[in-house]
C-alpha cells in the first residue's frame, strides 16, 4: 500500500535538532499522519497525530479523513502469537492490582525479568471492563481508573512500551492511556501533540538505557522504531548526545 506524505506544521519537539515528526516504514503495517486540528476556543491551528481503535484494539490509521485518494487503511493486524497476555477487569482496576501482570508475564521483581524472551514475544493486554452504564459512549481510554492502573504499572516498569505488541497496536493504545487527548468522530482519538512528543523522547532515554543495560543489540534502532511507531523520528546525535553523559 502506498500513500503520499505532505508536510504540514512541524510539531514543536524539545529537542529539535534532535527529533523531528515522520511517518512509518511500513504502511502495509500503520497509518499514522500529522493532521490538522483546528482549537475552536483559541482559533489556533495545531499539529495532531490522529489514532483510530477499533473495538478490538488495533490500529485502524489514514493520512487524511478528509481526502478522497487517501486510499483506506491496511486491516488491523492481529495479536502475535505466543505474546504475553495481561488480563485485567473492573476489580483488578479499582485495587490497583499489578498481580495480572506479574501472573501473565512472570515478572515478579527487577531480577526476574527476562529482556530478551519479551522482546521476542512481546505483551499484549485484554481490558474486560464492565461498564455501569451500558449507554456510555466513552472509550476506554477515557475512563480514569483504567488510566490510573496503567498510570501504576507504567511507574513500575517504565520500559514496558518496547516490549509491547507494537504491529497489534498494544503501542498506540498504551499511549493513549497515559498522554492527554481528545476523542474525535472523524479521527479518534487525537493526542495532544506536546504532551505526545515529551511521552515519545522521555520513553526513549529510559528504553534506551534498558536496551544498553541489557546487552540488547542495535539499542538505538529498537529505540528508533518504538518512536517511528508513533510518528517520530529521532537522529544518531541524540543518543550519541546520551553516551557521553
Known sequence: MTSVIRNLYPLSC????????????SYSEFHFSSSEFFHSKQSLRQVAVSVSFNPSGNLDLSLYDQDQDAGKPAPPMPPKEGRYEVVIDNDIIARLDLSPFHSATGITSSNSVKPKELLERTIGFTINYRREDENDPRELSEYPDIRLWFVRVD?????????????AGELARYAAMLVPHQMSMRMGVVFNPEALELFVVQKVFVVYKWLKENDIPMPRLKAKDMARMLGF????????????V
Open 155 to 167: 511507574a513500575m516498569y517504565p520500559w514496558l512500551p518496547v516490549v509491547l505488541d507494537w504491529r
Open 14 to 25: 524539545p529537542l529539535k535538532q534532535y527529533c523531528s515528526f515522520q511517518t512509518p516504514k
Open 233 to 244: 523520528g529521532i537522529g544518531d546525535d541524540l543518543f550519541d548526545l546520551i553516551d557521553k
